[in-house]
């Protein structure tokens, strides 16, 4: 299995608050994307990194923030939650070579509710 | 825009056969498809590349049409372990370094 972990794995908060979530890898992979998964929509992507400092926006964007200083981590923000945010989110890390899309690995996920 | 699985949903006996198919209005580079158990992450099973190859992983094999812009998976003698929602991804352009992935399909197989 890929060494991915994420943390928390579950968190409650309430309307307007920030909310950290946090990826780790221990492949050295370049790639790590955070997705978010609701029922009827599937894994639809948030940010992704391709690099330190390198990230960029994916389909749903808006009212989230990412930040990569490390490789080895990822950070997804809510910078304000609200409760369309309520959802399972997953990291994946990816060792893209040459000029192919190649395999996603997924973390366990994180479970957030915003009351 | 996202690639269209069918069908939504499936129930199977063990044993049975299923095919699940996945589709896109936009042309297709390459095809990854995944398995999702009830609470748990999505796991690779194959990636399917340009040319109509036919790749398989245990009784589960796959195939790719880039004219039709199709892909389907099948599923041969469904076991239990078998159950999940199974994704579809693509690319969204050649190359490129995001996958945007299907709405799934939950397959549930009974004894």
């Known amino acids: 299995d890929a060494g991915i972990t994420q943390s928390p794995r579950h968190k409650v908060t309430e309307t307007g608050t920030p909310v950290t979530l946090r990826c780790h890898q221990t492949?050295?992979?370049?790639?790590m994307y955070w997705y978010r998964q609701d029922p009827g929509h599937g894994l639809r992507l948030i940010h992704y990194?391709?690099?330190?400092?390198?990230?960029d926006k994916g389909e749903v964007s808006d009212g989230y923030s990412v930040s990569r200083s490390k490789t080895e981590d990822f950070l997804l923000t809510l910078e304000s939650a609200t409760s369309s945010q309520t959802s399972v989110y997953f990291c994946a890390i990816s060792y893209i070579q040459g000029f192919r899309t190649d395999t996603q690995y997924f973390g366990p996920g994180t479970r957030l509710t915003v009351l | 825009q996202q690639p269209v699985q069918s069908p939504q949903a499936v129930i199977l006996r063990e044993g049975e056969d299923a095919v699940i198919n996945c589709s896109s209005s936009?042309?297709?580079?390459?095809v990854h498809w995944y398995r999702q158990k009830h609470g748990e992450a999505p796991v690779f099973l194959m990636i399917?590349?340009?040319?109509?190859e036919q790749k398989g992983h245990e009784k589960i094999s796959a195939s790719f049409n880039e004219k039709k812009q199709q892909s389907s998976l099948y599923l041969t003698a469904s076991q239990l372990s078998y159950s999940g929602t199974y994704f579809c991804g693509t690319p969204d352009t050649e190359g490129a370094d995001k996958l945007i992935f299907g709405t799934g399909t939950r397959l549930q197989v009974f004894p």
């Open positions: 990194s391709y690099g330190v400092k390198d990230t």
């Open positions: 936009k042309a297709l580079y390459s």
């Open positions: 492949e050295n992979h370049r790639y």
């Open positions: 399917l590349l340009k040319g109509g």
